[in-house]
């Protein structure tokens, strides 16, 4: 079946620290790729997407990389801010109809002053 | 104004009762969608609903009905309430069931079982 595995958190950085958060997938036919954000007592709010191999998703200064050969979409800032502390989900949706998000268990990120 | 908007935002209730949550869209959109996040964050999808027809039914217990009188509704009644029901319920919608749309969600409700 279609899987995410994310690495595990919980994750803690300095400010202006580099950020990565590592994101492999499991799935059949081609799969649109998401990064979602859940901060504190908040929704889900779509972070980033890409939906086919090679293609680089990115927004507020957060990217990443539908690599195919490695079934990867590794998440990647170079600064992070304390604003930028919350839990980060991948998620993947594949073609063919299927409309469910099958998520990761979420990195929960924590940015020090 | 709210795009996904859901009520309540907290509901606690015994175990036993019946409740219901609300979830309304304000995109145009023709796909909704209830998840389940449990207390170690694991998101999961419960049910999806396109143009007020079931789609998605994933092995959610019977006790769970969902009912979307408009594809700007789609709201969601649990009968029997058990302990293992707390958890933070989504409502989400997309525009349509393309696997490249994004899915916008609610704040969630938290559904605490005494």
């Known amino acids: 079946g279609n899987s995410v595995t994310q690495m595990e958190g919980p994750v803690t950085l300095s400010e202006e620290a580099f950020l990565t958060i590592n994101c492999t997938y499991t799935a059949t036919g081609y799969p649109s790729l998401f990064w979602y954000v859940q901060y504190p007592g908040e929704g889900l709010q779509l972070l980033l997407k890409?939906?086919?191999?090679?293609d680089k998703g990115s927004n507020k200064g957060f990217e990443a990389t539908y690599r195919k050969e490695t079934t990867s979409f590794h998440l990647e800032k170079g600064s992070v801010q304390v604003s930028d502390s919350a839990v980060y989900f991948c998620?993947?949706?594949?073609?063919?109809?299927?409309?469910?998000?099958?998520f990761g268990k979420g990195t929960k990120l924590t940015v020090n002053p | 104004d709210t795009a996904v908007s859901q009520t309540p935002k907290y509901l606690v209730t015994q175990m036993g009762n019946d409740k219901s949550i609300k979830c309304e869209q304000n995109l145009g959109h023709d796909t909704m969608y209830w998840y389940k996040q449990d207390s170690k964050k694991f998101l999961k999808i419960m049910f999806s609903y396109n143009n007020k027809e079931l789609i998605i039914n994933e092995t959610v217990p019977n006790r769970f009905s969902p009912k979307s009188p408009d594809k700007a509704h789609l709201n969601l009644h649990i009968n029997s309430l058990e302990l293992g029901d707390s958890a933070v319920y989504f409502c989400?919608?997309?525009?349509?069931?393309?696997?490249?749309?994004?899915?916008?969600f609610g704040d969630g409700t938290r559904l605490s079982i005494l």
């Open positions: 998620a993947l949706r594949t073609q063919g109809g299927s409309e469910k998000l099958v």
């Open positions: 989400a919608s997309s525009q349509n069931r393309d696997t490249n749309q994004p899915q916008h």
């Open positions: 890409a939906t086919k191999a090679d």
